[in-house]
């Protein structure tokens, strides 16, 4: 942390950030000090990184994003969960997403708006960093704009995403955390995009992102076809992310689904998962007594 206004920033060191923490109790019996590079921060409205000898060593240190124990010596660290899919289908394409913002075990918001509307024809989807995600994906509605102007037609979603890709791949290794989908409609059609923070870029028909993923990837292979009717998409994107959300802490809150079609995007429904329950309750209830 620096306080800027003056020729000299005065600095200090993050392991204040430890005070009080299991880290500092252990180092403290060691007899050691926790040796943290301190960092200044730059001017206002600037993209700034870790003023040290070595930015990627110091965010791969310190602020890796990895599943398990393996962050448990950082300061800092990613306990995410969402829900997040979108499948192709004859009528077009079906985004679904929860609305759950955590911090471990902390719900910090249930009404996050995960899918990002680039433009009339693009969306994109957030899960990992919700800062990075959606200041990334801003951005990406920025070039496809500059695009446009330049040369006079829309952006393909190809195109959109493989700008994405490259942004992502030029910062890999300095503690990004990104899991999204680029999906829209262009001159070649429907198409669906995943892209993540390692630069890794993938055509499909369908994904799923998120802590909840598995539970969405199970409804999905199995009632998944392309034929659908768009009643029967929007019903199966609904009932993923229920699953999903019903069985992962981390997910919940209200499912945000839309339909690509080939005027552009429609919002179709805000529905909150607890309503969803009831309904589907139900419908089992239902179907078993008959």
Not at 46 to 66: H, I, K, W
Not at 148 to 153: K, S, Y
């Amino acid at each position: 942390m620096a306080f800027l206004g003056g020729p000299q920033s005065m600095t200090i060191g993050s392991d204040i950030l430890s005070l009080g923490s299991r880290k500092t109790a252990r180092n403290n019996e060691q007899g050691g000090q926790i040796a943290m590079a301190p960092f200044s921060l730059g001017s206002p409205g600037q993209f700034d990184v870790p003023n040290v000898a070595d930015p990627a060593l110091y965010c791969r240190s310190n602020f890796a994003s990895v599943c398990g124990n393996g962050d448990g010596d950082q300061i800092v660290k990613f306990a995410k969960g969402t829900t997040t899919l979108a499948f192709k289908f004859q009528g077009g394409i079906i985004v679904s997403v929860d609305s759950r913002s955590t911090m471990g075990a902390y719900v910090a918001s249930g009404t996050v708006k995960k899918v990002i509307e680039i433009n009339p024809f693009l969306l994109g989807t957030m899960a990992g960093g919700a800062a990075d995600c959606s200041f990334w994906e801003r951005n990406l509605g920025m070039e496809c704009r500059l695009y446009e102007l330049r040369n006079g037609r829309r952006i393909t979603v190809a195109a959109a995403s493989k700008l994405l890709a490259n942004v992502m791949s030029s910062y890999r290794g300095y503690g990004l955390s990104m899991g999204t989908m680029v999906t829209g409609w262009d001159d070649t059609g429907p198409q669906l995009y995943y892209v993540d923070d390692d630069g890794t870029r993938l055509k499909g028909k369908y994904f799923s992102v998120g802590s909840g993923s598995t539970y969405a990837y199970g409804v999905l292979d199995n009632y998944y076809k392309f034929d659908m009717t768009v009643e029967e998409a929007i019903d199966l994107g609904k009932r993923a992310i229920y699953h999903a959300t019903h069985r992962d802490a981390a997910s919940g809150g209200i499912n945000n689904l839309y339909h690509v079609k080939a005027g552009g995007w429609e919002y179709i429904h805000g529905i909150d998962v607890n309503d969803m329950h009831y309904e589907y309750a139900e419908e089992k209830k239902n179907s078993m007594s008959t």
